[in-house]
């Protein structure tokens, strides 16, 4: 688990909807192999905790093609609001960000050579 509360771009695209991967935490943990996330953020009481995402590395090739998969799928859908967001005054510095890891991502999980570490963006 990696707390994000003062990750603050991540904490807004998180609220948006954002796909953990195309986050700012979310594209580091991804360079660094993880291809499983899940953001633990309950909105309702005050014993939860503090904002985090979970992230796995994947236990074999099967499992890292499958994650890939979906992360495929998810970042795919969102393509479309981070492109409107980017017009958004309030957010359109971290939405082109997004944007940017979200190509980088597609290009990654589209390749069948794996998740060789890379330049932070």
């Known amino acids: ?28 943990l991804f360079q660094l192999g993880f291809t499983w996330f899940k953001d633990w953020y309950f909105p309702e009481g005050f014993m939860e905790g503090s904002l985090k995402l979970q992230c796995e590395k994947p236990l074999s090739e099967e499992a890292r093609l499958k ?21 958004d005054a309030r957010l359109g510095f971290e939405a082109l960000r997004a944007l940017e890891r979200a190509r980088i991502i597609l290009r990654t999980a589209g390749s069948t050579a794996g998740l060789a570490p890379r330049a932070s963006v």
């Open 67 to 87: 994650h890939l998969a979906k992360l495929r799928e998810e970042v795919t859908a969102f393509i479309p609001e981070l492109e409107r967001l980017s017009c």
């Open 1 to 28: 688990f990696v707390e994000y509360a003062y990750d603050l771009e991540t904490s807004k695209l998180l609220k948006l909807g954002a796909p953990p991967v195309v986050t700012r935490l979310g594209f580091l």
